[in-house]
């Protein structure tokens, strides 16, 4: 390593006033770090559209998973529980193997797109034995088929994040870049509740009658769209360094970035948080409120989404990344109390308060991406190599946690007060449903709003962060090229 120290935030030089500004100075070569080619648009369109298919899985698991296999399969609520959470603990093996592989690793096609191919083989098939379980299906079953769905997203989606971080160097490109790839992303689920909603609207119409049609759109989509980026966006140049892994070095480099440390535990505690209220939703809305088709209601969810999220754009540059997330994490945490207060056949303001909680989600899910990228380019200037696998790695991890724990939490607790998932009208169970849906995650989310205020890298510290790798990527190059 280079540097005797870490590299902090508050330790980046002031940019310097010779008459080069930042911008002007990072502007190096393809085999340097800082490498930032502009990008047109039309290939970040390309390459968000990857998020299309994988918009579309997370929300049936989330939504009608539980419904499917404990209503139509005879499956306990607890023992469905347990094995999403083991099931996502696995991922705790995948995560940092994928995530180290994919910045060391580095075949001809590319080291961050290769994945790709091996991502879409995995996803297709576990979708389909997931989404269509065989007739008798146990929990074996079922923990295998989502284990295998998990793995695949893993393959796809850590080495996408660290591509997308690499595409540009720049603050406020990364911010677009990742709010094209959320947009795809919210399209894909605005897809997957109108796909249920089409199919609930026929009578008799099941969960495995969702799950089935959902299959079928995301087995023909996914392949397309990897194809499309694996074959029209490019891949920046590898990092002139490379040192050798070290597993201890890397954990302190990670334990050394505070605010690495500080996203990271913003999206564990409001992950925790929203898959807690997401996982229960379909069983508030229909015992609690009275709701026939949740379907419509997660429609109007999304499409507030994907309309605001260029306003969220705009303010995160205006007023910085954190402070925007901030305000979106209040608002999130507000509605999420108020859901307390909805009364049975409060349709309306319940999908009032649903669409205002709409449109702060794509700053949740768009602005924590751009910021661990921004968090990378601390180790950048310390290292010279790009490890945005590792950080993106150890995100995913403690994101998982966060899913982990949102997703079976939940119907532990109500599994543990005897609540009936085919429908219940007891008033103890009922109560353990409300605050489980309301009160618990606005809590969680509340306290991931103050951590997000607490964030320190602005956009002027990060254009000094960017000064200083350029400094270093010049004088290594020159150095090396003394005889």
Request: aromatic share 8%.
């Amino acid at each position: 390593m280079a540097a005797t120290r870490s590299f902090r935030c508050e330790d980046a030089p002031p940019p310097r006033p010779q008459g080069k500004d930042c911008q002007t100075v990072v502007r190096m070569t393809a085999a340097s770090p800082t490498a930032d080619a502009p990008i047109a648009f039309w290939r970040i369109l390309a390459f968000g559209s990857v998020q299309l298919p994988l918009g579309m899985i997370g929300l049936p698991i989330a939504i009608y998973l539980a419904p499917l296999y404990s209503g139509q399969l005879q499956l306990s609520l607890q023992l469905i529980g347990i094995a999403l959470i083991l099931a996502r603990l696995s991922d705790f093996i995948t995560d940092p193997i994928i995530g180290i592989l994919s910045d060391r690793w580095r075949p001809r096609i590319g080291r961050r797109r290769v994945w790709l191919i091996f991502g879409t083989i995995a996803m297709v098939a576990g979708v389909r034995l997931l989404f269509v379980p065989a007739a008798g299906a146990g929990i074996v079953y079922f923990a295998l088929a989502v284990s295998l769905v998990y793995l695949g997203y893993t393959l796809i989606l850590l080495p996408y994040q660290a591509w997308s971080a690499e595409l540009s160097t720049d603050y406020h490109v990364r911010t677009r870049i990742s709010s094209v790839s959320q947009g795809f992303s919210i399209v894909g689920l605005i897809a997957s509740t109108l796909i249920p909603a089409y199919v609930l609207s026929r009578p008799g119409a099941t969960s495995a009658d969702v799950m089935a049609a959902l299959s079928i759109v995301i087995i023909l989509l996914l392949p397309i769209c990897a194809s499309t980026a694996f074959l029209l966006v490019p891949e920046p140049a590898a990092p002139i360094r490379k040192a050798p892994f070290d597993l201890g070095m890397a954990l302190r480099m990670l334990a050394s970035n505070r605010a690495f440390l500080n996203i990271t535990l913003l999206v564990l505690i409001a992950t925790i948080g929203e898959v807690f209220r997401q996982t229960i939703t379909v069983f508030f809305a229909r015992d609690v409120v009275g709701v026939t088709n949740i379907g419509i209601v997660y429609f109007l969810y999304f499409a507030a989404a994907l309309l605001v999220m260029p306003g969220w754009v705009w303010l995160a540059k205006r007023i910085e990344k954190h402070r925007a997330l901030t305000l979106a994490l209040v608002i999130v945490a507000l509605t999420n109390s108020c859901m307390f207060l909805v009364p049975k056949g409060g349709v309306i303001l319940f999908t009032g308060l649903f669409i205002l909680k709409g449109c702060c989600y794509g700053a949740v899910l768009m602005l924590p991406h751009a910021m661990v990228a921004d968090t990378a380019d601390i180790d950048t200037a310390e290292t010279l190599d790009r490890q945005q696998g590792l950080f993106f790695a150890a995100m995913a991890m403690v994101q998982k946690m966060g899913y982990a724990a949102g997703s079976g939490l939940p119907l532990l607790i109500l599994g543990a007060v005897g609540y009936q998932s085919s429908g219940e009208s007891r008033a103890e169970p009922l109560l353990a449903l409300s605050i489980s849906y309301s009160l618990v995650p606005c809590a969680l989310v509340l306290i991931a709003a103050m951590l997000a205020w607490r964030y320190s890298l602005t956009a002027e510290t990060h254009k000094a962060i960017r000064a200083r790798i350029a400094e270093r990527a010049n004088g290594s190059m020159e150095a090396e090229s003394v005889p």
